[in-house]
């Protein structure tokens, strides 16, 4: 019913800077609590940063002061700004997104995943 759809990601050099978008799409939803997860190959899926409906943010050891995590109520998107990225950033970083949708009986509340998008850092 709402489809989230990540880019931005590619080849960048350790130190270097990518940011992804996070863009929902549909109709009578309302995007609640966000979070990006990353996944590298043979490694269980992880939580990097999240942001709630109220813009407080969390984020992962491995990344704070690193990354940062925002939305754009707005235009349905949340954006993560990744800086001074490491080869250990290296992964599929996929958006996962806590979603309202308004039907006609009832408000239905579900997660979304995105497709993912690959960010590779080169050492």
């Known amino acids: 019913q709402v489809q989230l759809m990540e880019s931005g990601g590619g080849l960048v ?3 270097g800077s990518l940011g992804l978008p996070c ?3 549909g109709s009578a939803f309302k995007l609640n ?3 990006w997860y990353r996944q590298a190959p043979g490694k269980q899926r992880e939580l990097v940063a999240s942001i709630s ?6 984020y992962a050891d491995s990344v704070k002061g690193r990354f940062t995590i925002s939305r754009d109520n ?8 990744m800086n001074s990225l490491k080869p250990e950033d290296t992964a599929v970083y996929y958006c996962n997104a806590e979603i309202t ?8 509340e ?3 995943w995105g497709q993912g998008t690959q960010v590779t850092v080169s050492s």
């Not at 409906?53 to 969390?58: F, I, L, V």
């Not at 949708?101 to 239905?108: D, E, G, L």
């Open 13 to 15: 050099q350790a130190g």
């Open 53 to 58: 409906e109220s813009g407080n943010t969390n």
């Open 110 to 112: 579900y997660a979304a």
């Open 23 to 25: 863009a929902a799409s």
């Open 33 to 35: 609590g966000v979070g």
């Open 74 to 81: 707005a235009k349905d998107t949340v954006f993560l700004q």
């Open 101 to 108: 949708y308004y039907s006609q009986h009832y408000p239905v």
